[in-house]
């Protein structure tokens, strides 16, 4: 199942080091080492699928919703209105799905849409370490507060159904 020499395996394995912002028993997810904008997240399964259409569906509806949470938390950090997620099988095959916070609606495009024949391309600068550092923390702890958040808003409506559930003298 998995192939010698993939990259994303080792990262999923711990084996090359990453920025990671969350896990689950399947998924790991990790800054990009590249970013688009800053807090452009990574979402892998730890099993070796070369590309998204492999992946078992539910391994796959897993990922949409890990890609959920992770949206919810980019947006309240960086106060855009949209996160782009896609799986574009342009680079490692090992499918992954990136997140985007979409700054500019054109953060994520087609070179389609360009009118102009000659473009040139450039590769985003790498952020230093310790600046990705503080981007994976700000995420973990954004989602660790929306944990809360639910475990509270579960708590609240706890106690509502408890007093609702007693007598009142
Ligand atoms: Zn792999």
Known sequence: MRPDGCLFCAITAGQVP??????TENLVAFL???????????????THHPYFEELPPELAA???QFG???????????GVPKVAFMFTGSDI????????????????TSRRYIAEEVVTYR???????????????RIRE??????????????????VYLSAGTPLA
């Open 62 to 64: 897993e990922t949409i």
């Open 18 to 23: 990453s920025h990671r912002v969350a896990e």
């Open 142 to 159: 954004a989602l660790n507060q929306a944990l809360g958040f639910a475990i509270l808003a579960m708590a609240v409506v706890h106690v």
């Open 32 to 46: 990009d080492i590249a970013p688009v904008r800053p807090g452009h997240v990574q979402i892998m399964p730890r």
């Open 68 to 78: 959920q949470r992770l949206a919810v938390a980019l947006k309240r950090i960086y």
């Open 93 to 108: 095959a090992h499918a992954h799905a990136h997140l985007i916070p979409m700054v500019r609606s054109d953060d994520v």
């Open 123 to 137: 590769d985003c600068p790498r952020p230093p370490a310790a600046e990705q550092e503080e981007t994976a923390r």
